[in-house]
């Protein structure tokens, strides 16, 4: 058997007409922080749903440890973890009372259970508050407690679907060093859908795309930004972004992009192309430039363009 947790091939599922998901192979080592990224309606939440055989594929084939998620669903499920669209949570019940219960749903011997979750809601900064209602918690407890339900039983593999929709940054940022703190100790592989870009480059150290279903990109965050091969300078100065500078800027050629970002220039470059003769057309056209930064596009700006290159 091979070291990957999650395989598909030529994967596809239609809802009517709709064609949701299309031709998506990929394959998860175990271990693997994974994001999937998309837009609204793009296939991620059906992507998950088919790993865990809640569907059945039109089209190609999904296995999951080895194992056919629609005829081996129960030995499938048995080895997961899942946060979906609801928390699973009961508001009227305490978050010990809470755990205890999923405890028992998963025949979790009650010495291991309070172990578990002393460890969890230790990690998560809950424990002292463990026998508060969750009804009266904010929505970012919530989603801890949430998180640690879904991860209980030491399932190997956890499904996270939008683990961080509806929080305020704040509190998206700290649940995300939360899941970093609890993924490094559990040798679990993670699978998470998001939308947030910049957050699935801290998290993941595999990341993919998908749009219309269609997987249009699969790797490693670093992969993926250097996949669109442009470069981009930001460049800090004075009078820089008169609308005819920016014209300007925009004939030379290998110029991919200018924009004016408060008070300087995101300036995207054809492959490996040195921004020169965009500071020379800045000098001449009477701007002062500071300070010129180079650097590799972020997810985001990758992202951002692989969209567009398929809209194109
Ligand atoms: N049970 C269903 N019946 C009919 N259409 C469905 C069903 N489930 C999903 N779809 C459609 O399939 C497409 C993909 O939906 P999916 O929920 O997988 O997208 P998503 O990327 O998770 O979106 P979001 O980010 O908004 O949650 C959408 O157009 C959705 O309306």
Not at 19 to 33: E, K, T, W
Not at 113 to 140: H, I
Not at 246 to 267: C, N, S, T
Request: proline share 4%; net charge negative; glycine share 8%.
């Amino acid at each position: 058997m091979n070291n990957n947790t999650i395989e598909c091939k030529q994967l596809g599922k239609n809802f009517g007409a709709l064609r949701a998901l299309q031709n998506v192979s990929m394959q998860i080592p175990a271990g693997s922080v994974f994001g999937l990224l998309g837009p609204n309606g793009s296939g991620k939440t059906t992507t998950i749903r088919l790993m865990l055989g809640l569907l059945q594929p039109d089209a190609g084939s999904v296995s999951v440890f080895g194992l056919d998620p629609i005829s081996q669903g129960d030995a499938v499920r048995e080895q997961c973890g899942a946060l979906l669209e609801h928390t699973g949570l009961y508001e009227r019940l305490s978050a010990e009372d809470n755990l205890n219960f999923y405890g028992q749903i998963w025949h979790m011997p009650q010495r291991e259970l309070q172990a578990r979750m002393q460890e969890l809601l230790g990690k998560l900064d809950l424990w002292d508050r463990r026998k508060e209602l969750v009804g009266n918690w904010s929505r970012g407890m919530k989603q801890k407690l949430a998180v640690a339900r879904a991860m209980l039983h030491q399932p190997k593999l956890v499904f996270l679907d939008e683990p961080t929709a509806g929080l305020d940054p704040v509190a998206a940022a700290a649940l995300n060093n939360d899941l970093l703190k609890l993924v490094k100790d559990e040798q679990a592989t993670i699978f998470l859908t998001t939308h947030n870009l910049s957050e699935a480059e801290k998290v993941c150290n595999l990341v993919g795309v998908l749009r219309k279903g269609q997987l249009i990109a699969f790797g490693g965050p670093h992969t993926l930004t250097q996949s669109t091969g442009n470069a981009v300078v930001d460049i800090f100065g004075q009078n820089l972004t008169a609308s005819a500078i920016l014209e300007k800027l925009r004939g030379l050629p290998h110029v991919q992009q200018v924009e004016a970002v408060d008070d300087h220039l995101v300036i995207e470059l054809e492959g490996k192309t040195e921004p020169a003769e965009v500071i020379k057309t800045l000098v001449m056209n009477g701007a002062a430039v500071d300070e010129v930064r180079r650097r590799q596009a972020d997810l985001e700006e990758s992202f951002l363009k692989l969209m567009e290159e398929e809209n194109a």
